[in-house]
């Protein structure tokens, strides 16, 4: 597995975390990191991440659920509301990266921590936030 994959997966559990924990966002990340075994650039870039969807979530949640049809941000797995969150922050502050990457790796993550329905309806949301993304320029 690779770095970047890595690091989304653990953006993705500090993220769920952080939605049972009302407290300090900070001490959830640091009781997280205690008991993981990563690389510097892995916990950089998920921090990171984790760091883009708190800064910009009304943003990243905005352009989800525009694009959601039938589905309020609320009544979303907790897991695939994070998944998407993660992608989203991707596509939207790492330029650098091919959409098309982002969405397959947020796929692959969604089999990995929700299953293949989740990918399926991940891999939907995202096609769709691309082409509105795409729309945009």
Not at 34 to 42: F, L, R
Not at 94 to 120: H, N
Not at 122 to 134: C, H, M, P, Q, T
Request: charged residues 25%; contains cysteine.
């Amino acid at each position: 597995m690779g770095q970047r994959r890595r690091a989304r997966e653990c953006a993705l559990q500090i993220l769920f975390q952080r939605e049972f924990n009302s407290g300090d966002r900070s001490a959830v990340a640091t009781a997280y990191w205690a008991h993981q075994k990563v690389g510097p650039a892995t916990k950089a870039y998920a921090e990171w991440l984790v760091e883009q969807v708190h800064s910009h979530q009304a943003e990243i949640d905005d352009l989800i659920q525009a694009v959601s049809r039938n589905w309020r941000l609320a009544r979303m797995a907790v897991v695939d509301r994070n998944i998407l969150r993660v992608a989203v922050a991707e596509l939207l502050y790492e330029p650098s990266l091919v959409p098309a990457i982002v969405i397959d790796e947020a796929i692959e993550v969604a089999k990995r921590f929700s299953g293949e329905e989740a990918a399926v309806f991940v891999n939907g949301v995202l096609d769709a936030v691309r082409k509105r993304l795409a729309g945009r320029e």
